[in-house]
C-alpha cells in the first residue's frame, strides 16, 4: 500500500504567478482533502473533494480552486499569487476514517 | 465555530520521563480527534485516531484519551526517548455538510533532552 505523495517538495514563485500543486492518495481512499499551514501554525482547511466534486470549502477565496481525478489523484491551483501564501501546502486522503497526510509542497511566494 | 486549543505550546523533559500533552475543543459534536506527529519542515504522522464513542487509544508507548463532555484529550506518552522530539498536533473532525474537515490546535513542541 503506497502513501500520499506530493509534488513538487519545494517550490518558488513570485507575486501575481500561478501554481499548480499535486496530490496522489492513499489506495483506495476516495477523498482528498487540501490545508494550508503557515509557519508555527496548525494547518488551515482550503477544500476537499469526493469521488471528483468539491464537498467542503474553509475560508480560502476563490482564487484557490482543486480537481481531483478519476485515480483520486489531485491538484491544488493558486491564482494571483500574494506574498501571504507563502506556506507549506498538505493535502491528505482519507476513506471515512483517519486522514493521511503527504509530506506537503513548501511554497515561497516573493 | 470549533476551536481547538493545546497547551503548552513548547515542553522540554529529560529522556525517560512519562509526559502528558494536552488537547481541548470548544465544541463537543465530534466525529473524531485525531493525534500527529509532525517533524520540522514535514508532513503530519497520524498517531493515533480516537471515534466519538470510544475512551482512549492506545499504540506502544502512546495512550490518547477523549472526554468528549468536557472537550478535552490527552496523549500520555511513556519511557520518552530524544526521538520523540517533534510537534504534537491534535485536530478534530466535525460535521459540516457532510464532508470530513479536521480544525487543527497550534501544537506542542517537545524536545526530549538526552
Known amino acids: 500500500e503506497t502513501g500520499v505523495t506530493q509534488s513538487p517538495t519545494h517550490l518558488i514563485k513570485t507575486r501575481g504567478q500561478q501554481v499548480t500543486l499535486r496530490c496522489s492518495s492513499q489506495?483506495?481512499?476516495?477523498?482528498v482533502s487540501w490545508y494550508q499551514q503557515a509557519l508555527g501554525q496548525g494547518p488551515q482547511f482550503i477544500f476537499q473533494?469526493?469521488?471528483?466534486?468539491?464537498?467542503g470549502r474553509g475560508n480560502f477565496p476563490p482564487r484557490f480552486s482543486g480537481l481531483q481525478f478519476p485515480n483520486y489523484s489531485s491538484e491544488l491551483n493558486v491564482n494571483a499569487l500574494e506574498l501571504d501564501d507563502s506556506a507549506l501546502y498538505l493535502c491528505?486522503?482519507?476513506?471515512?476514517?483517519?486522514?493521511?497526510f503527504g509530506p506537503g509542497t513548501r511554497l515561497l511566494v516573493l | 465555530k470549533q476551536e481547538v486549543t493545546q497547551i503548552p505550546a513548547a515542553l522540554s523533559v529529560p529522556e525517560g520521563e512519562n509526559l502528558v500533552l494536552n488537547c481541548s475543543f470548544t465544541?463537543?459534536?465530534?466525529?473524531?480527534l485525531q493525534w500527529f506527529r509532525q517533524d520540522p519542515g514535514k508532513g503530519l504522522t497520524s498517531l493515533l485516531l480516537?471515534?466519538?464513542?470510544?475512551r482512549e487509544q492506545t499504540s506502544g508507548r502512546l495512550n490518547a484519551s477523549l472526554d468528549k463532555s468536557s472537550g478535552r484529550s490527552t496523549l500520555y506518552i511513556a519511557a520518552s526517548q530524544p526521538g520523540d522530539s517533534a510537534t504534537y498536533l491534535c485536530?478534530?473532525?466535525?460535521?459540516?455538510?457532510?464532508?470530513?474537515?479536521?480544525?487543527f490546535g497550534t501544537g506542542t513542541r517537545l524536545t526530549i533532552i538526552p
Open positions: 491528505a486522503s482519507s476513506s471515512g476514517g483517519a486522514q493521511y
Open positions: 489506495s483506495g481512499h476516495n477523498t
Open positions: 473533494y469526493y469521488r471528483e466534486e468539491e464537498n
Open positions: 465544541d463537543s459534536a465530534i466525529y473524531n
Open positions: 480516537i471515534q466519538s464513542s470510544q
Open positions: 485536530a478534530v473532525m466535525v460535521p459540516d455538510f457532510g464532508n470530513e474537515k479536521l480544525t
